[in-house]
Structures are given as structure tokens and as C-alpha cells.
């Protein structure tokens, strides 16, 4: 049987007009917009094996409001735009006792019968209270968007999220569709200078690449820059490294940066997207693509900054952006949204590849995959967890409890 993720439309996948707290969906093509990420998480989904659903109750047309042929457009362009397989539509308004409108859920049982899915392994997402109690209903995870509108006390979500993209992230882990890190896309590249676990990492064929910066130098002990980058890159003559200027002087950026793209084919220049007083470096990115010099554009934070980046580094060889998701979540924003914005934003360059860098838990790994970013930077302290991906969590729920025990007893707590 199938897995699949039925979810709803207006406020979901796209965009509600909300009037005095009140959502309502769009009149037509010309109200109609996609919210940021659906792309990326809806074809993440069908990679990973989910039919994809989406069942709207859309009232309007039982009261007159909306013309039944308006919607079907609408419906038409989802089904043009993403890689649904079916689009269930309950035009009733409620008075005459459906079996369809949410949160009743017959237009659940009525895809499951035609797609032959299984609704114990299946999962529904929307912003309204009504799609988590269909969900329920149907035996079904449910997953709350949790909007202003939502009435969230009226239900009882497994889980509540802020997007699809988020959404995504969660049913790829829970779900269990991704068993092993073989399995994704994104490429990981390890981030450290310690000599001895940049060669264990480049002996794991999942590693693809590496990364280092003068901190991480420092905190290994490094006192030889330029010795212990060509000591590396003799033992790892194949795969990307990023070695970064650390001038602050554009002109010592630049001289540093030709020295430094002698030293390998396979090495990228690490260029700070500003310098400490806050200039842009972008004229001095312009002057290292004509020369040809591989570069990676460093703590980016910004899609501004990612925009004027792109844009200096397009048809010159192969480049990395890297922004910096980790500090972007350390102030308390998302940074799933932005990163799947950045990941449009450098569509239309084929020689540029974007960086989740500075990752915080090993979930970022997924987040970054589901979303279609192309490479993320991973510390030591997440690449040892790397052995926890698939772990049943029933398994690790028990560990947990002995290791709790095992801790108490060894200390000799008494009570």
C-alpha cells in the first residue's frame, strides 16, 4: 500500500486572503500565489516516496459566492505547478450533512480507496482546525501550520509547524523515508583543522567535500597556515577544500587569495562577503572570477546579499555561497524559508552551489535536502550522530532511561 501526505489548499500550499482574522481563498488566477518552499517540499516528498493529496473544502460555491469553474482553474494550476497526483474538492457549505466537507473524512477514505494508501503511515497538513480532526478521523498523523485563524485549542495536532518546508523535515524523520544518509542529495562537506579527523572524514564516502576557517584553525592548534593547508591537501589531493583570506584589506584579500588558489585544482577560496568594517567585497569577487579562481562567499546571512553575490559570481567557474543557516536560527528566525529562497535565487546559475553552513543538529542534514539545498558544512559533534539517522526511536527512548540510571548509580544517589 501507499504512503501519502493529503494536504489542504488555501493558507497550505497557498496563500490565504485573511480578512478580520477570517481566512478565505483566493477569488481567482489573479489572487492566487504560492507560499514560499512549496515546490521544494512537495517534490521532496514525492522523492522520498509519498503520494501527494490535496483536499480543500471550498464552500463558497454552495453559497454563491465563487463560481465552481473559478476553482477548477485554481485546482488545475496546482496540479500544473506541483507533483500532486490528485486534487479532492468538497464544494458543500455544511447545512446538508456531507460526508466530505472537513473535519468529516470522506475525502480521505475516497483517495485512500482510489490510490490504494495506507492512512495508519500517512500524514495531514493544514491550517485549520477541521484538517487535523479529518486526519484524526481517518487514522491518519496530523500536522497543524499554525496560523492566527487556526483555533488550535478546537484540536489535537502530533505536531504543529510554521510551514510546509518545516512540515517536511519532520514527516522525512518521522516517516522514516530516509534510512541512511546514502539516500540524500545534499552533499556533506565536514567542517574542522584537526589533521587526523579530516582523514578519517576522507575515508567515509558520504564526506564530499571540506571546509576550514582560521578559527577552527586556531582551536586545533594550527601555527603554520600555509604548512598545514598543503600537508592536507597532499593527503586529500580529490575532493573540494575551502581555505579562507584573513586580510582585511581587499588588496592583501586579493594577494592571498591567488597565493592561495595555487596551492590545488581542487581548492576553493574563502572570501568574507564584507570585510570588518562592513564594505562590501563583491568588486574584489568580480576581480577572482575573471582571474578564475574558484571562491566560496562566506557568512552570508542575507537574501540581499545572496542576490548581489550570485550575480557577481554567474559564468565564472564553479563557486560556493555559504549562509550561514545555524546563526540565522541563533537569532530566532527560520531559517528554512530563507534558504529555500536562496536555493531560487541561484536557479537560473549552473556553475554556483549553495551552503547550509554552520549547522546546529543533525535534522539541519534533512531540512537541507528536503529543501534542495546543494551541499551543508557539518561540525565533528553532528558528524557523531551521523550513526543515530533511522535509529528507532522506541530503541532510543529506552537507552535514554538507562543511561539516566546508569549515571544515578555510579554517583551513589541515595534518597
Known amino acids: 500500500m501507499n504512503r501519502a501526505v493529503f494536504l489542504d489548499r488555501d493558507g497550505t500550499i497557498n496563500r490565504a486572503i485573511v480578512r478580520g482574522n477570517t481566512p478565505h481563498p483566493p477569488s481567482g488566477l489573479e489572487e492566487f500565489e504560492f507560499l514560499p518552499g512549496v515546490y521544494q517540499a512537495c517534490w521532496a516528498l514525492r522523492t522520498a516516496g509519498y503520494l501527494l493529496i490535496v483536499v480543500t473544502n ?9 463560481g465552481r469553474e473559478r476553482v477548477e482553474t485554481m485546482n488545475d494550476l496546482v496540479r500544473r505547478e506541483l507533483p500532486v497526483q490528485d486534487v479532492l474538492t468538497c464544494y458543500h457549505d455544511g447545512t446538508d450533512e456531507c460526508e466530505c466537507r472537513k473535519p468529516k473524512p470522506g475525502l480521505l477514505l475516497q483517495a485512500a480507496a482510489r490510490w490504494n494508501i495506507n492512512l495508519r503511515k500517512s500524514f495531514v497538513v493544514g491550517d485549520r482546525w477541521s484538517d487535523v480532526e479529518a486526519g484524526r478521523a481517518a487514522g491518519c498523523t496530523t500536522i497543524l501550520i499554525d496560523r492566527p485563524y ?3 485549542e478546537r484540536c489535537r ?30 552533499k556533506i ?30 582551536k586545533a592548534g594550527v601555527t603554520n597556515y600555509q604548512g598545514f593547508a598543503l600537508d592536507v591537501l597532499r593527503a586529500i589531493p580529490d575532493r573540494p577544500i575551502s581555505f579562507e583570506v584573513f586580510s582585511d584589506e581587499f588588496a592583501g584579500m586579493e594577494r592571498q587569495a591567488c597565493e592561495i588558489a595555487m596551492w590545488g585544482e581542487n581548492v576553493y577560496v574563502k572570501i568574507p562577503v564584507t570585510n570588518t568594517r562592513g564594505k562590501s567585497s563583491i568588486e574584489l569577487i568580480r576581480n577572482l572570477v575573471e582571474a578564475g579562481i574558484k571562491v566560496n562567499v562566506t557568512a552570508m546571512m542575507t537574501l540581499e ?63 537541507a535536502d528536503a529543501i534542495g539545498c546543494h551541499i551543508i558544512t557539518v561540525t565533528n559533534d553532528i558528524l557523531k550522530k551521523l550513526d543515530l539517522v533511522g535509529k528507532d526511536l522506541h530503541e532510543f527512548s529506552l537507552d535514554t532511561v538507562k543511561m539516566f540510571r546508569d549515571d544515578a548509580v555510579k554517583a551513589g544517589y541515595t534518597l
Open 189 to 218: 562537506f565536514a567542517d574542522g583543522a584537526d589533521k587526523a579527523g579530516m582523514l578519517k572524514m576522507y575515508r567515509n564516502p558520504l564526506i564530499k567535500g571540506f571546509t576550514t576557517n582560521p578559527t577552527l584553525m586556531r
Open 58 to 66: 471550498q464552500p463558497d460555491v454552495a453559497r454563491g459566492i465563487q
Open 150 to 152: 487556526s483555533q488550535r
Open 305 to 367: 546579499q545572496v542576490r548581489d553575490v550570485s550575480a557577481a559570481l554567474a559564468g565564472g567557474p564553479p563557486s560556493f555561497v555559504s549562509v550561514f543557516a545555524g546563526r540565522i536560527a541563533d537569532t530566532g528566525h527560520d531559517p528554512v524559508p530563507l534558504m529555500a529562497a536562496a536555493v531560487e535565487l541561484l536557479r537560473p546559475y549552473p556553475n554556483i552551489e549553495l551552503i547550509w553552513a554552520s549547522p546546529r543538529e543533525l535534522l539541519n542534514i534533512f531540512q
Open 157 to 186: 495536532p502530533d505536531w504543529v509547524a510554521q510551514d510546509l518546508l518545516t512540515t517536511t523535515a519532520f514527516i522525512l524523520c518521522e516517516g522514516e523515508s530516509m534510512k541512511t544518509l546514502s539516500d540524500l542529495k545534499v
